[in-house]
Nanobody, 114 residues
Framework: VQLVESGGGLVQPGGSLRLSCAASGFTLSLYTMRWYRQASGKEREWVAIITSGSGAIYYADSVKGRFTISRDNAKNTVYLQMNSLKPEDTAVYYC????????WGRGTQVTVSS
């Protein structure tokens, strides 16, 4: 069982990035998937969620209207499209799969700076 995040990098304020979280060893569509982030010196915080089954979607207020979570069941991958990035979005971004048992990826660094 593995989750691997990718797509992070350095971007200027106002720019965009798309993060990917590829799952192996389990069927991602059966799990509620979440993106979290952790900035240096701060606690990990929840960013976005897409539930199993209905695929209901929710966002933290800090990213609402700028970030979009989606899921490609054929690719067993969940995405986080991040637009209008701000310096305060700088963090390591993690994906999480939850079906009672919880799996975490190792994270991908996103840095928003001019």
């Amino acid at each position: 069982v593995q989750l691997v995040e990718s797509g992070g990098g350095l971007v200027q304020p106002g720019g965009s990035l798309r993060l990917s979280c590829a799952a192996s060893g389990f069927t991602l569509s059966l799990y509620t998937m979440r993106w979290y982030r952790q900035a240096s010196g701060k606690e990990r915080e929840w960013v976005a969620i897409i539930t199993s089954g209905s695929g209901a979607i929710y966002y933290a207020d800090s990213v609402k209207g700028r970030f979009t979570i989606s899921r490609d069941n054929a690719k067993n991958t969940v995405y986080l499209q991040m637009n209008s990035l701000k310096p305060e979005d700088t963090a390591v971004y993690y994906c999480n799969a939850d079906r009672g048992s919880v799996y975490w990826g190792r994270g991908t660094q996103v840095t928003v700076s001019s």
